[in-house]
Every structure is written in structure tokens, then in C-alpha cells.
């Protein structure tokens, strides 16, 4: 069988199930008792066991085995769950992301040696742990008056498969105990909150008719640690003793298919174990998160970008019905034309929405990263993130990664001290790290904050005239704000020496670039020994905006809305120029005045009366210009075309192209590039 039309499948399951059992791994070394964060990672590496298998992946189905191997002792409650072993199954993980890669770009398996990592793994398995490993053995080897029939032997194999634990309770009640039914009872509600019975000795119907002597035993399917029901159970009044035993069966040995009714029943015993475990010790915020769950499929990014072009074009000639329109004045053209429109807009809204992808995708990434760099610096750092549901264009999604990737390295290395400097400024020894994403109007705002000691100015002038980057007479002019600009100059670092992860002054220069070549721009906020943040303004989609469209001489430009702040009437004997730059007191505040007849070496329209400019006041952060235009053409929305590879690099003022109803092309001003 030709396996490779599987492929592409294959490995797009294998990537999402990977990205699960990272994001397990860091809650189980959180929460080492969470059982449903381990029967999650046992599922998952299942899982991945069998694809690979299927595939013929024998490295990825041998790692993958041994994995298994190892959850099941700490899904048994042999093992504790150690940082020690979650660093081993961390390092299984790194081998099956960069082999997936592999087989994603060149069609095979990482070719490299795992004998190190299968033999840590080994070690943990034969009891011969490393540093803090212990192994714990609360189960206790007693005779079971339970007897298990072929069908009861079939449940404990699927609950077992299913990652759940199979129990025999021998509950012993006090002598001379009243009422022992009703004690039993009691016993069977609690259980009943923890795991679900489906045996009992004797039976039920004897229990309840208290025909039993002082003990009785039950066989229950649980996803609890053993102490927890073990605690629970010697709580409850006249409970002399306790005993639990773990009830394994070989998940290879051979099921007796009774019947169709046996087989229903033990799937709906244990798909109703499953969904009770599921969701029991859930938060809302994670239920509501499993409650819009829906039906997916998968499509290729490239169809959904040809959809995208044809509605493109469909905007285009429907703006080019409304010249027409407005030209003939034919009442009926105008109102098919207004229905055309309500029908373009809303599916753009449609094919926009299916292009749009939860930044949670970017962020599940940093959790690990966080935690890898901590523990390379020794730093105590705690990752608080918010926003994962905030939706961008899948453009925007592709490009992020990076810049916030130099970011939170940035604050980790750079801006969170060391523990003991942290102490010594009356400050927690952990370290906060903030990374947050919401929608602000037609922008998503991203924020990466630490509470470290924040941008030192003096330093970071001092490093700049060092390098070359400023001169003697820029260093007494700037200000504390733009000495904050200078980290994103090619070439800066504050960085003593060079490591892995700083020192080449790379990092922030790549942030700035990407950010505004994605039509974004980046503002820092900083304070001594408080921390800094770094607030990244993004457009939502790259490929349909609003825009205001202006006249600037005989040539028309686009100037997109989201940037714009307001427009105005400005009187040019209110212009004046300081230091070469023209500016005009504007609401109490001075604000820079551009033109862009000079800028874009337009000529001058004859008709433009110099005493009253139309100024578009356009705002980059806390930043505001005029730009002065000659006309106001209107609002209107623009598909943005690029310029080629061939101006794309040379014409920084200029973001794009758009294709105007009547056939013309219009330029996209980038108004951050300006300001």
C-alpha cells in the first residue's frame, strides 16, 4: 500500500498532538497528581505510536513505546512525577518535533542516535532512577474474593486502554457496627463521586440486605491517585480499614466477543468514566473552551488564498459599478449596486473569518521556551499569559513568531534580575513575565511586559555612542524617549559578552523590521526596577482595509484608516520651522507637518490655495503628524496589491498598491515609515 497519500495527514495530526503533549508536560511538572493531564499524555503518545507504526516510522514507534512504558508507572502511582522526568520526556519530545519536521521537509525520520535518551528512559522503568526519582508501592498484594469473568475482564482492558486505572477496595467495617446497609451506603456515594463500581463481592442486592459478615470488596474504574479514594473511604465513621489493590490484565491477551449487548455495555461504562474524568476537575474557562468544539475540516491554505483574490477582484468591480452608477444616475443601478455591496462586504466578513486564526497558535510555543531559558539562566520565571483567543489574519500569524520570540528572550535575559538582586530590591525572587493579546478597534495589540529592572537610558546612550550609532552632540540632545529607540538600531546590545541568547544586537533590530513591514509599529514602556513592556500594534488582515483616499497634485494616494487620527483645515502662516522641521501648534500640542507633494516628488496642483491645507492628522503610537494633501477624495476599501520584489525593498513610503473602479492604480502611503 502506498502510504504516502497519507502523508500529509500524518503529519498534521502528528504536529497538533505534539503540541498537546508539551502543553501537558509543563501542567503535569506543575501539578504532579493531576491524573488527567497523564491520561492526556498517554493518549497522546498512543496515539503517535500508532501512526507512526501505520507508517512505518519504527525510531518515532520506538521512543514512542518506551514513553508508554514509563506513564505507566506513574499512572499506576509508582513513580512520582519528578522535574528529572519531566526533563527525559521533554527530550523524547524535542526528538519526535524535529524528526516530524524532518519527515515534513525530506520524507524520513531524524537520523539521529536516541540509544541515550531510550536509555534514561530504561532506567527510570528497571527502578534505577537518577538524583530525586523515588518510586512508591502503596499497593498491597491480598487475596481477592472478586472474581472476574471473561466480560469483566474486557472492561479492565478498554479502561486500561482508555488510560484509566482498575481498583479492587476491600472496605473492613468496625465489629458490632449498626446499621451496616446504611453504612454501605455512605461507602458506595463516595466512591461514586471518585470512579465508577462495576463489580461488587458479595453482590449488591446482599450488601443492601446486609447479608455480609464485616468486609466487603468492590472493583471500581477511577482516573484519582489511590490515596485520595484511600483517604476518602477511612474518613467515613466505622471504617475499620481499608485495602486497595491494582487490578492489571494484559492489554494484549485475548477478549471474548459475547455479544453485541456485552460490548455496548462495556463501552458505555467506560465512555461515561471518560467524560465524568474529563470534565470533573475542569475550570469554566476550559469547559466553555470544549463547549465550542465544533465540526472541522481541513483546507489547503493555498485555496483559501485564491478565495481570497477572487473576492479581491469582486470588490474591485463593484466599485467600479458605483462610478457607473453614479454617473448614469439610473435609480435601479444604484439599488442593485447597494445590494451587490451588502453581499461583497459580507463575503469578505466570511472568507476573512475562515483566514482568521487564534494567536494561541503562536503563544502555545513560549510556555516551554520560558521555561528551557530559566533554567539555563537560574532564573525563577513565571510565564502569565492572556488573550490566546484573539484572532489574526493567518499572514500576520506566519510572520509573528519570530519578533516576539526576540522579545521574550529579551526580557528573560535582559530585564528579569538575577534572584538574589531581586530580593536585595524587596522584590519576589520569582519573575513575572506577561505576554497579553487583545483586539483595539482594527488592530490587535500584543504586550510583552516583564517586572524586571527596566531599560537603564544612561547605559544604553553610553553603548550608542561607543558603537558609533550616535554622535557626542546626539547624546546631550536626546531625550529619555528616543534614547529608548535606539535599542532597535541595528547592530545595539547592552550585552556584555556574547551568548546563545544575546550579545549581537539582532534581536530587537529584526522585532522593528517585521513588525512594520507587516503595516505594525512597536512603542516601549519602561520604569526603574519596576520592568518594561513592549506594545506591538498590529492590523488585523493584510490582504482588505479600509482607506482614505486623497489627491496629492494630479495623482491619487491611499492613506489606510486604521492610521488615521482626524482631519483638519490648518492655516499655513500658523506653519513655523524648528530645526529644519515644519510644525504648527495644533490643541495645545506641537504637531510635525509633512508634505507629501515634497516627499512623494509629486508636482503641486495649480488649484491648491496655499492660505487653507488639508492636513490628515495620522497617529503612530503616541505619535502624531499632519500630512498635507490637496483634495479628499473619500472612504473607500481597498484590495492591497504588492509592489514586487523589485520596489518592494526600494520605496519604504509606500506599503503597497490598490486598483481603483476606474481601472487606475493608487499607491498605499506607509504613514509609520514617515513619522
Known amino acids: 500500500m502506498d502510504m504516502n497519500q497519507y502523508l500529509e495527514i500524518f503529519i498534521e495530526e502528528s504536529q497538533e498532538h505534539l503540541q498537546s503533549l508539551n502543553q501537558c508536560l509543563l501542567g503535569l511538572e506543575s501539578n504532579p497528581n493531576d491524573i488527567n493531564l497523564l491520561n492526556e499524555i498517554f493518549r497522546v503518545a498512543h496515539t503517535l505510536k500508532g501512526m507512526a507504526g501505520t507508517m512505518g516510522y519504527t525510531k518515532i514507534t520506538g521512543l514512542t513505546h518506551e514513553m508508554e512504558n514509563i506513564l505507566d508507572l506513574i499512572r499506576n502511582g509508582k513513580v512520582i512525577v519528578t522535574s528529572n522526568i519531566v526533563d527525559v520526556l521533554f527530550e523524547c519530545l524535542d526528538y519526535l518535533e524535529n524528526s516530524i519536521n524532518n519527515i515534513s521537509n525530506l520524507g524520513s525520520e531524524l537520523d539521529t542516535n536516541i540509544d541515550d535518551t531510550k536509555n534514561k528512559l530504561k532506567a527510570i522503568l528497571n527502578g534505577k532512577p537518577q538524583n530525586e526519582l523515588k518510586t512508591i508501592d502503596i499497593v498491597k498484594e491480598e487475596p481477592s474474593n472478586l472474581n472476574f469473568n471473561e466480560y469483566d475482564r474486557n472492561i479492565i482492558v478498554k479502561a486500561n486502554q482508555q488510560g484509566l486505572v482498575v481498583l479492587s477496595i476491600k472496605i473492613f467495617l468496625a465489629k458490632g457496627c449498626m446499621l451496616k446497609s446504611a453504612r454501605a451506603f455512605i461507602i458506595f456515594k463516595t466512591l461514586e463521586s471518585y470512579s465508577e463500581i462495576f463489580k461488587s463481592s458479595p453482590k449488591v442486592e446482599d450488601i443492601e440486605d446486609e447479608k455480609f459478615e464485616n468486609s466487603f470488596e468492590l472493583a471500581v474504574i477511577t482516573s484519582e491517585q489511590i490515596e485520595i479514594i484511600k483517604k476518602a473511604l477511612e474518613d467515613i465513621s466505622e471504617v475499620e480499614k481499608v485495602e486497595v489493590n491494582v487490578v492489571n490484565i494484559d492489554n494484549n491477551g485475548e477478549q471474548n466477543d459475547e455479544n453485541e449487548i456485552n460490548e455496548k455495555l462495556e463501552d458505555k461504562i467506560i465512555?461515561?468514566?471518560?467524560?465524568?474524568?474529563?470534565?470533573?476537575?475542569?475550570?469554566?474557562?476550559?469547559?466553555?473552551?470544549k463547549a465550542k468544539i465544533g465540526k472541522t475540516v481541513r483546507v489547503d491554505i493555498d485555496r483559501l488564498d485564491n478565495l481570497m483574490n477572487l473576492v479581491s477582484e469582486l470588490i474591485i468591480i463593484k466599485t467600479r459599478l458605483?462610478?457607473?452608477?453614479?454617473?448614469?444616475?439610473?435609480?435601479?443601478?444604484?439599488?442593485?449596486?447597494?445590494?451587490?455591496e451588502r453581499i461583497t462586504t459580507s463575503l469578505h466578513?466570511?472568507?476573512?473569518?475562515?483566514?482568521?486564526?487564534?494567536?494561541?497558535?503562536?503563544?502555545?510555543?513560549?510556555?516551554?521556551?520560558?521555561?528551557?531559558l530559566s533554567k539555563d539562566l537560574g532564573k525563577e520565571i513565571i510565564l502569565n499569559m492572556s488573550g490566546e483567543e484573539t484572532e489574526l489574519d493567518r499572514t500576520v500569524i506566519d510572520e509573528i513568531g519570530d519578533p516576539l520570540i526576540h522579545l521574550i528572550r529579551n526580557s528573560i535575559d535582559h530585564g528579569i534580575e538575577e534572584t538574589d538582586e531581586r530580593i536585595q530590591n524587596n522584590k519576589n525572587s520569582t519573575g513575572n513575565l506577561y505576554l497579553r493579546a487583545y483586539q483595539d478597534g482594527n488592530s490587535v495589540v500584543i504586550e510583552v511586559e516583564d517586572d524586571g529592572r527596566g531599560l537603564n537610558v544612561d547605559k544604553i546612550k553610553k553603548k550608542a555612542l561607543e558603537k558609533g550609532i550616535i554622535s557626542k552632540q546626539d547624546w546631550s540632545d536626546l531625550d529619555d524617549k528616543n534614547s529608548i529607540e535606539l535599542i532597535f538600531r541595528p547592530g545595539f546590545s547592552t550585552a556584555e559578552m556574547v551568548s546563545d541568547i544575546s550579545g549581537r544586537g539582532v534581536g530587537l533590530d529584526v522585532v522593528k523590521t517585521k513588525i512594520e513591514s507587516l503595516g505594525g509599529n512597536v512603542e516601549v514602556e519602561t520604569a526603574k526596577n519596576k520592568g518594561s513592556k513592549f506594545i506591538i500594534r498590529l492590523p488585523l488582515t493584510l490582504a482588505i482595509i479600509?482607506?482614505?483616499?486623497?489627491?496629492?497634485?494630479?495623482?491619487?494616494?491611499?492613506?489606510?484608516?486604521?492610521?488615521?487620527?482626524?482631519?483638519?483645515?490648518?492655516?499655513?502662516?500658523?506653519?513655523?520651522?524648528?530645526?529644519?522641521?515644519?510644525?504648527v501648534l495644533y490643541r495645545n500640542n506641537v504637531l510635525p507637518i509633512i508634505r507629501l507633494d515634497r516627499i512623494l516628488e509629486v508636482s503641486k496642483s495649480e488649484n491648491q490655495i496655499d492660505d487653507e491645507l488639508t492636513t490628515v492628522v495620522v497617529k503612530k503610537g503616541d505619535k502624531n503628524a499632519g500630512f498635507i494633501v490637496d483634495s479628499l477624495i473619500g472612504q473607500q476599501e481597498i484590495v492591497i496589491k504588492s509592489l514586487g520584489k523589485y520596489l518592494s525593498g526600494s520605496t519604504k513610503i509606500i506599503a503597497g498598491a490598490t486598483i481603483l473602479g476606474d481601472g487606475q492604480v493608487a499607491l498605499i502611503i506607509d504613514s509609520n515609515s514617515l513619522i
Open 271 to 289: 465512555q461515561t468514566m471518560k467524560i465524568e474524568n474529563d470534565d470533573k476537575d475542569l475550570s469554566d474557562d476550559t469547559q466553555n473552551k
Open 322 to 340: 458605483e462610478g457607473i452608477g453614479a454617473d448614469s444616475g439610473n435609480q435601479d443601478m444604484n439599488e442593485a449596486v447597494e445590494y451587490l
Open 349 to 372: 466578513d466570511a472568507v476573512m473569518k475562515v483566514r482568521m486564526v487564534p494567536i494561541e497558535k503562536v503563544f502555545n510555543r513560549f510556555p516551554r521556551m520560558v521555561r528551557d
Open 546 to 583: 479600509q482607506a482614505l483616499l486623497v489627491k496629492v497634485g494630479e495623482e491619487k494616494f491611499a492613506i489606510p484608516l486604521n492610521a488615521i487620527k482626524e482631519i483638519t483645515p490648518i492655516s499655513a502662516n500658523t506653519i513655523r520651522n524648528v530645526q529644519g522641521q515644519e510644525v
